[in-house]
């Protein structure tokens, strides 16, 4: 793991919760976009370290939207910087780490993804997160 990429904050509406971020904590907002593969509209947060990123949810069948139904809005996940995922995948699989998923899925800011189940990482959802080639 390089770093941790970001903090993916689950939220019922990004335009609402944008308020609160930009001008009560006064961040910085670095872009918003469409992740399809993810079923979510997505914000980018600049908090100096590290990112933040706004996940709401595009309809009432996506991750996202479940976890808000279930749990309400909150922290999501924690993303870690790989490069390499496919080989950090089955190096994981290989230590007996359970996956979510067998193949990178497209993310944000065209990184490849893949998360690691929370039973396998003490209760905490992780994401490993590889913009290789993408300039960050």
Do not use: W
């Amino acid at each position: 793991m390089r770093k941790v990429d970001h903090v993916g904050i689950a939220v019922k509406s990004i335009d609402v919760s944008l308020d609160y971020y930009i001008h009560t904590l006064g961040l910085t907002l670095l872009a918003v976009e469409e992740v399809a593969s993810q079923n979510v509209r997505v914000a980018f947060i600049d908090a100096g370290n590290i990112k933040l990123e706004l996940l709401e949810p595009l309809g009432e069948d996506g991750p996202i939207a479940k976890f808000i139904e279930k749990r309400g809005e909150g922290v999501h996940h924690i993303a870690f910087g790989v490069t390499d995922i496919r080989s950090r995948m089955a190096e994981l699989r290989e230590k007996g780490v359970q996956l979510l998923q067998e193949e990178p899925k497209p993310g944000a800011g065209g990184a490849e993804v893949a998360f690691l189940h929370p039973k396998s990482s003490f209760g905490v959802l992780y994401e490993l997160c590889d913009k290789s080639g993408k300039g960050d």
